[in-house]
């Protein structure tokens, strides 16, 4: 009898180690940080603001068309879907405008709205904020008000577009924030979910515009549901990427990415990770933001033409990956606004909820770490202000 004691008590020791030993590979495995290959990136739990992964996301770069998350919000909660907007003429000349928009055209804000979103059209992104504040320096301050009442404090910008502009920039970070409260629409939403979607002119009301999304994520993610790609030749391959499971929801910001493909990879990765780990996250706590008040003078003339390369969609540059770095590094001034004569090559698109506060997002985290080609090229709208003019 005590021989059998004794082998009970050996086989249930050994069954121990042995399940001991799977669960500690296991979680090894499922809470291993990805390797993240962008400049800057964060992980967050959007129903919590909890970080999960971040990496750089205080360092500032160019947004590229992650601002036009911004831009959106802002039409939707002064205008809402079905208000009529005309097209200007500066708007109709803006460059990568996919709709190939004439000025004196009227369209719905819903509409425009979706083919910004979907297909980051430039031009779309005018009229919105033209017809909204009258004018891009109007809304430029209005977006800059919003961004301060959500707590982003590393974020300005000069343009609802995203083209490269000298004091147009933000952090991951803050662009997390601003796609939290942005997710938090109803209505925002259902524009950023689309994988096709036909644009309708209201004059003149026979033309028709067919947009395909350029978020590869979309239709080959499990649970993708959003948000909104970026590029240009200063920030580079940008996505803000969510995806839904049950009950968690996750967001995913990618910046400075160094190619076209990479981004999605990134983007893909983070997402894994967060819901391989339950989305859990810590919230840090906020902290008190301070405007600038300061004021400096106009940096260019409204119309001037420049002459360096900037495109709102990937093209081929030899680009260098830099070092990784996970701590955070000085704050780099960016470059001064570019272009006018573009290089344009179109996304490679595999075509396959409601407002409350906003969580918190910012401050450091103990997380871990590690379509058509357009046709017209034409004004680009000015940087004419600095941070708190």
């Known amino acids: 009898m005590l021989v059998n004691t004794a082998m009970s008590t050996l086989h249930l020791l050994r069954y121990s180690f042995f399940t001991a030993v799977f669960l500690l590979i296991h979680s090894a495995q499922v809470w291993a940080a990805p390797s993240v290959l962008a400049e800057s990136a964060i992980l967050i739990n959007a129903r919590t603001g909890g970080v999960i992964f971040e990496k750089n996301a205080d360092v500032r770069r160019a947004p590229a068309s992650l601002t036009k998350m911004m831009t959106c919000i802002l039409c939707l909660e002064s205008k809402g879907l079905n208000a009529e907007f005309k097209v200007t003429q500066a708007a109709a000349a803006t460059e990568d405008s996919y709709l190939e928009m004439k000025g004196g055209e009227r369209l719905l804000s819903g509409e425009l709205m979706r083919e910004m979103m979907m297909e980051s059209d430039n031009g779309a992104a005018v009229v919105v904020a ?9 809304f430029a301050d209005r977006m800059n008000e919003k961004a301060k009442e959500l ?35 109803q209505d925002f939403r259902n524009l950023v979910n689309h994988r096709k979607s036909v644009i ?3 004059s003149p009301s026979s033309r028709t515009y067919k947009s395909e999304t350029t978020n590869e994520l ?9 948000i909104k790609t970026g590029w240009t030749n200063a920030a580079k391959g940008c996505v803000a990427a969510s995806a839904k499971r049950g009950d968690v929801e996750l967001i995913a910001i990618v910046m400075k990415s160094k190619d076209h493909a990479t981004r999605f990879a990134d983007a893909k990765k983070l997402l894994d990770y967060g819901f391989s780990v ?15 008040t300061k ?6 003339k409204p119309g001037t033409s420049f002459s360096s390369t900037v495109s709102n969609k990937p093209v081929s540059v030899s680009v260098t990956e830099s070092k990784q770095v996970v701590t955070k590094q000085p704050v780099a001034t960016q470059p001064a606004v570019v272009s006018s004569s573009m290089t344009k090559q179109s996304e490679h ?41």
Not at 160 to 173: C, D, F, I, M, N
Not at 218 to 226: I, Q
Not at 278 to 292: C, L, R, S, T, Y
């Open 130 to 138: 033209q017809n909204v504040s009258g004018s891009i320096l109007k």
């Open 151 to 185: 707590g982003c404090k590393k974020t300005h910008f000069s343009n609802p577009h995203g083209l490269t502009a000298k004091w147009h920039y933000s952090t991951a970070r803050d662009m997390a924030k601003i796609a939290v409260y942005c997710m938090k629409n």
């Open 200 to 202: 309708h002119w209201h």
């Open 218 to 226: 979309l239709g080959k993610y499990d649970g993708a549901n959003g």
């Open 278 to 292: 339950g989305g859990k996250g810590k919230v840090p706590a906020e902290q008190p933001v301070k405007a600038d």
């Open 295 to 300: 004021r400096v003078p106009n940096v260019k």
């Open 349 to 389: 698109v595999s075509v396959s909820n409601h407002s409350t506060s906003t969580p918190a997002v910012s401050a450091k985290a103990p997380a871990a770490s590690s379509t058509p080609t357009a046709n017209n090229t034409g004004i680009r709208m000015p940087v004419v202000r600095r941070p708190g003019a």
